[in-house]
């Protein structure tokens, strides 16, 4: 149903994204090209300044690995939750849901008593004598990969579960008629027909992921910094805000283009599981 | 005696406590075409879920060439299947969805372009080989479901009400089609339908399924003049019944009293009790007098045009409803609504059927 007064029904929410997202995100854009002088002298630091740059790097490669695994975990769960034996079935939605209850905080602090190294596991495994010294579980990549990976596999579930619900139950049974085998019907068909959510699992959970600050924070232990806790570091830390707004406007623009394609190639319902 | 491609011996299937199927035996013949006919629910699409072995038969065996193939998995039966709504690859070509079968068996790729290109001719979709599924018309689609279905030359072809989705002309023109293919493959068709005249078009021979149960199986033309029962007589057309008392061997037939007046039939045996129904297809029935012929006053209710031929309800003095169907060109001025007319039909027309059935 569409009314002419509907528009108005969306207005709050446009006052409170303009005032609380865009006004100030216009302030900073305005610092990242004055501070400390006019101009754009940060941004060509941001391709010039070697710790800038390994930042970035090393960002976009943790976030590649987090999204892969991501999806990848998220397709297998979706695959039980969304075609499962029904007793399956609950225990994988069980698996999805609780972890929207707990919080990002208790939750990286969860991977930091297993991980540490007098943690859970390292306990365990010397309590054993399986190991002598630590294993070095915590406060590096490793642990920012498991931590975000944990925290964003929720995310990549609904928009493949959209998309696998809507795979017709005939035409995987007229491949298997037509003589193929279970995994050639998964490959040949069943993975492509999700292809849709596949797309914006990754793009959705890649977005997630460069923005992503407490567990990195937490779990890397300040040695693997993400741009995230960057920008946090430069304008919170060292009085070097031009530089921080500089790489939060670069940051926004790419996930700016990112969803842009995203919606291009997707349609925004199915990310959602709306069908 | 034709060969036997596929024998069910007492296939029954339960769904939890409810009987979709119950001691169904029948052989399909190697080349034939057998049509699966029943209304809706009964249980058509789970008798043919079980030939292609998407489901197990809660009892009885499946048997081909002498073997027991109840057990054997679809993708191994190498029968080919039309699913109802066509089920095609969505995110494949018309050329690809119809290569898949090919490259499922790891046939060179040279022979499955060619076969594939003669298919594609084959059942007339040159020029759309490239073309997705969803950019294809419904008679199409139905083509491409085809193509895929026969290309690897089944052994079977399973077909689920193919064209349920299609109007009325695309219906009869892929009918022919479909028929064509039958002749020009020789494979054997196994159709399901719930619409009995496209099952006496294209059939060899008709199954009539009513909840669960296998009702009757022959060629279409004996189903047709010779049904089993009643619900096998009324399901396959129009039909006017009427009942039959005293009846009396006479002749080479029987005679016996009808709505008040005497009637006969031949070649008929009498029946033990001395009642049945008689029951006459309308296109058998006229109301021009001819001598000899089987004659009912009734009067017309109802006159119904219907283009080419105009249809009569009429009702007897003993109150039985009948059907009459005419060349409308042999009704000019002819009776209308209240009037009472005699309606007249052969002695050898029509036939019996149990009373209380
Ligand atoms: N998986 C199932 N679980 C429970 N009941 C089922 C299942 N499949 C079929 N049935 C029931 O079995 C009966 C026969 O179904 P079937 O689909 O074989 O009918 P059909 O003759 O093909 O009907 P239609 O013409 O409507 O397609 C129906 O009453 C249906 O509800
Ligand atoms: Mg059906």
Not at chain 1, 19 to 38: D, K, N
Not at chain 1, 111 to 133: C, F, K, M, P, Y
Not at chain 2, 162 to 180: G, I, N, T, Y
Not at chain 2, 331 to 355: H, I, K, N, Y
């Amino acid at each position: 149903m569409r009314h002419a007064a509907a528009p108005l029904l969306l207005a709050p929410l446009l006052l409170l994204l303009g005032g609380a997202y865009v006004v100030p995100f216009l302030g900073v854009m305005r610092w990242s090209v004055t501070l400390p002088v006019p101009g754009f002298g940060q941004y060509v630091r941001l391709f010039t300044d070697p710790l800038v740059l390994s930042v970035f790097l090393r960002s976009f490669r943790i976030c590649a690995i987090v999204t892969t695994l991501s999806v990848i975990a998220a397709y297998a769960i979706c695959c039980i939750w969304v075609r499962g034996a029904p007793a399956l079935r609950i225990i994988a939605e069980f698996c999805i849901l609780v972890p929207f209850w707990i919080s990002l905080l208790t939750r990286a602090f969860g991977w930091v008593a297993l991980l540490s190294s007098r943690g859970l596991i390292n306990t365990w495994l010397q309590a054993a004598g399986l190991i002598d010294e630590p294993l070095p579980l915590s406060q590096n990549e490793f642990a920012v990969i498991l931590g975000m990976t944990h925290f964003l596999i929720p995310f990549a579930v609904f928009p493949l579960a959209s998309a696998m619900r809507a795979v017709d139950e005939r035409v995987l049974l007229a491949a298997r008629g037509l003589g193929a085998r279970r995994a050639r019907i998964f490959w040949s068909v069943f993975v492509p027909m999700t292809r849709a959510g596949l797309i914006g699992a990754t793009m959705l959970v890649f977005v997630f992921a460069l923005g992503f600050f407490v567990t990195p924070a937490i779990l890397g232990g300040g040695r693997s910094i993400m741009l995230a806790e960057l920008v946090y570091v430069r304008i919170f830390q060292s009085p070097d805000w031009g530089l921080g707004a500089a790489i939060s406007v670069v940051l926004v623009v790419l996930v700016g283009g990112l969803l842009a394609l995203l919606f291009r190639l997707v349609r925004p319902a199915q990310l959602v599981g709306a069908r | 005696m034709a060969e036997i491609e596929l024998s069910a011996r007492g296939i029954g299937k339960t769904f939890g406590a409810f009987r979709a199927l119950a001691d169904v035996s029948l052989d399909i013949e190697r080349g034939e075409f057998l049509t699966l006919l029943g209304p809706s629910g009964s249980g058509k699409t789970t008798l043919l879920m079980i030939l292609a072995g998407f489901q197990a038969p809660s009892e009885g065996r499946l048997l081909s060439a002498g073997a027991d193939v109840t057990a054997r998995p679809a993708e191994a039966r190498d029968f080919g299947m039309v699913f109802q709504g066509y089920a095609l690859f969505p995110h494949m070509s018309v050329a690809a969805n119809i290569a898949f079968p090919l490259r499922v068996r790891r046939l060179p790729a040279r022979d499955i372009n060619r076969r594939v290109a003669e298919m594609v001719a084959r059942v007339g979709l040159a020029g759309h080989a490239d073309k997705l599924p969803a950019k294809l018309s419904g008679g199409q689609q139905q083509r491409v479901a085809l193509a895929r279905a026969l290309i690897f030359a089944p052994r079977v072809l399973l077909l689920d009400e193919p064209f349920s989705a299609l109007d009325k002309s695309l219906r009869e023109q892929m009918q022919v089609e479909v028929k064509r293919l039958h002749e020009e493959t020789g494979t054997t068709f196994v159709f399901v339908t719930h619409d009995q005249s496209e099952a006496l078009a294209l059939s060899s021979r008709i199954a009539i399924f009513d909840h669960g149960r296998l009702l009757q199986i022959g060629h279409a033309r004996q189903v047709y003049e010779q049904p089993a029962n009643r619900f096998v007589a009324e399901f396959l057309g129009d039909i006017n019944l009427f009942s039959l008392t005293d009846i009396a061997a006479a002749d080479d037939g029987i005679g016996g009293r009808c709505e008040g007046g005497e009637v006969r039939l031949r070649p008929a045996a009498p029946i033990a009790g001395g009642r049945a129904i008689l029951a006459v297809r309308p296109e058998h029935m006229t109301l021009a007098p001819l001598p000899g012929q089987n004659a009912l006053p009734a009067v017309v209710e109802r006159r119904t045009y219907l283009g080419a031929s105009t249809r009569l309800d009429l009702r007897t003095p003993g109150g039985a409803a009948l059907t009459l169907t005419l060349a409308t060109h042999s009704l000019a001025g002819g009776p209308d609504r209240g009037q009472t007319v005699r309606v007249f039909w052969p002695e050898d027309r029509g036939f019996l059927l149990s009373d209380g059935a």
